[in-house]
């Protein structure tokens, strides 16, 4: 009879045999120890910038069975589900609820297991040593974000609270190209497409999509300015940075699509996308310039034509965005799962919960009813 699992718990994925935790963790390349390691290495995703690794893994004798990407939250930044509501009840309450801890891919609104085991017990062992952990720590509470559908179920029967959320993602349910999939749609949406990516075409702008050992560093030094460029016009927060691009091309080239848009040759923006054989993932964008319908291009319908391209069936957009659903991508929900180490506290989550996901769920049943496809929609 094999012994129990050894738990043990690292502050850097380096520390964790490359090739074992690939295999367990799959194809998702947000979840490779490459990505991981880069987000570290870089200084996007450490202390410093309120993302304390604690990678938790199980180990049969000197053989890894489960991993979890684990992280101690000095914030809410970067996590895409958001509960500052819960952060503020605690501080009023004269509690803290930072840090918590959480399993995520920091900056990363994509779904993928959280939980990497082959057997139920093992995902089930993994997730009971997280919330000991949690307890131990005297944290305020644990979190798993973007679980898929069924991981979500499974962590529930754990003891974890599960939420809905809403993201917006294109599917190609038969599509043989972008022109058939564009011939689906209702009249004035078809209309509005091809009107945004005529505009584009006349302002002299052509674009490029570069895979693998394509992408050269003048091509990550421009898409650095593009990116730095936009954020500093939102006044949003940076999450990544040049030595990030860098190391990614690197170690995962593979796995990376970038579009750069060019106006008489000159680059003007660019879109990073990561992807694998199921699925695509729009990560982030930037501008030098502003012309309309340039996002849209660069952002999705460059993305698109690419998926027809590789015959990858999803485009998973990124987080939020209503805009997205008039160009095909329809509601879906997300998943998080959550455990509250304070008891009155929790019950008050469980009871929003429960509110909450009525409202998501009529919320994609009134975004469904505006679908833009022919078949759906009201024409």
């Not at 690197?250 to 694998?276: C, K």
């Not at 929900?333 to 959550?338: L, P, Q, V």
């Not at 049943?365 to 022919?374: G, I």
Request: net charge negative; proline share 5%; glycine share 6%.
């Amino acid at each position: 009879m094999p012994s129990a699992p050894t738990l043990r718990i690292f502050e850097s994925i380096k520390e964790i045999p490359r090739q074992p935790w690939n295999e367990l963790a799959g194809s998702n390349p947000f979840l490779k120890h490459e990505f991981l390691s880069a987000l570290q290495d870089s200084g996007c995703a450490v202390s410093e910038t309120g993302w304390e690794a604690r990678f938790l893994t199980l180990w049969q004798e000197e053989v890894l069975v489960a991993g979890m990407p684990l992280y101690l939250k000095y914030h809410s930044w970067g996590d895409f589900v958001f509960d500052h509501a819960w952060a503020q009840a605690y501080e009023r309450a004269g509690l803290r609820y930072y840090p918590k801890l959480q399993s995520s891919v920091p900056f990363t609104p994509a779904t993928g297991n959280r939980l990497f085991a082959a057997t139920p017990e093992l995902r089930a062992a993994l997730l009971q040593a997280a919330i000991r952990f949690a307890q131990e720590l005297g944290v305020s509470s644990l979190h798993i974000l973007f679980p898929p559908e069924a991981q979500a179920k499974e962590i529930q029967t754990q003891g974890m609270m599960l939420r809905q959320g809403t993201q917006f993602h294109w599917r190609n349910t038969g599509f043989a190209d972008f022109n058939a999939y564009l011939a689906s749609m209702s009249h004035d949406k078809r209309k509005r497409i091809k009107q945004e990516r005529r505009k584009v075409k006349e302002a002299g702008i052509t674009f490029e999509r570069l895979t693998g050992k394509q992408i050269t560093d003048e091509h990550w030094l421009h898409y650095q300015r593009c990116y730095e460029n936009t954020h500093q016009q939102y006044r949003s927060p940076q999450a990544l940075n040049l030595d990030f691009f860098r190391r990614v091309s690197a170690s995962m080239s593979e796995n990376i699509l970038l579009v750069i848009a060019l106006r008489d040759g000159q680059p003007i923006a660019g879109a990073l996308n990561f992807y694998h054989q199921e699925a695509l993932f729009g990560r982030s964008w930037g501008a030098l310039e502003f012309h309309s319908g340039l996002h849209f291009e660069a952002c999705y319908y460059q993305a698109i034509e690419f998926c027809f391209e590789h015959n990858i069936p999803l485009f998973e957009g990124g987080a939020q965005g209503e805009h997205k659903l008039s160009r095909g991508f329809l509601p879906e929900t997300t998943w998080s799962a959550h455990w509250i180490a304070d008891p009155r506290f929790a019950n008050a989550v469980e009871d929003f919960l429960q509110r909450e996901s009525r409202g998501v769920a009529m919320y994609i049943d009134e975004l469904n009813e505006h679908s833009p496809f022919k078949q759906q929609a009201d024409i």
